[in-house]
């Protein structure tokens, strides 16, 4: 059984960082690419971030690119994904999939494995 969960959401100040983590099991997770998707209310779940299975490939969503970076530590089964230069906009709940493949994916449908979500709050 595949699992995705995520960690490191919360609430922080306009400017401020945080830094998620999504520890995966049941899966050959180093075989994996990896994504970040993020849910506004209200609104349709949007892509972030993907990484492919060796990390040596990272795609972002214009919105964060310069201000996210995902990674992923295979050795641990876990992706992160760092957020610095937070915004108001960052608001949403924050998703780790599982790709079906081994390169970075930006369609959801392309995600058969989600994790539970994990809400970030950012204030301005």
């Known amino acids: 059984q595949v699992q995705l969960v995520e960690s490191g959401g919360g609430l922080v100040q306009a400017g401020g960082s945080l830094r998620l983590s999504c520890a995966a099991s049941?899966?050959?997770?180093?075989?994996?690419?990896m994504g970040w998707f993020r849910q506004a209310p209200g609104k349709e779940r949007n892509f972030v971030a993907s990484i492919s299975w060796s990390g040596r490939t990272t795609d972002y969503a214009d919105s964060v690119k310069g201000r996210f970076t995902i990674s992923r530590d295979n050795a641990k089964n876990t992706v992160y994904l760092q957020m610095n230069s937070l915004k108001p906009e960052d608001t949403a709940v924050y998703y780790c999939?599982?790709?079906?493949?081994?390169?970075?994916?930006?369609?959801?449908?392309?995600?058969?494995?989600w994790g539970q979500g994990t809400q970030v709050t950012v204030a301005s």
């Open positions: 999939a599982a790709s079906r493949g081994r390169y970075t994916q930006f369609d959801s449908y392309e995600y058969p494995y």
């Open positions: 049941g899966l050959a997770f180093s075989t994996y690419a």
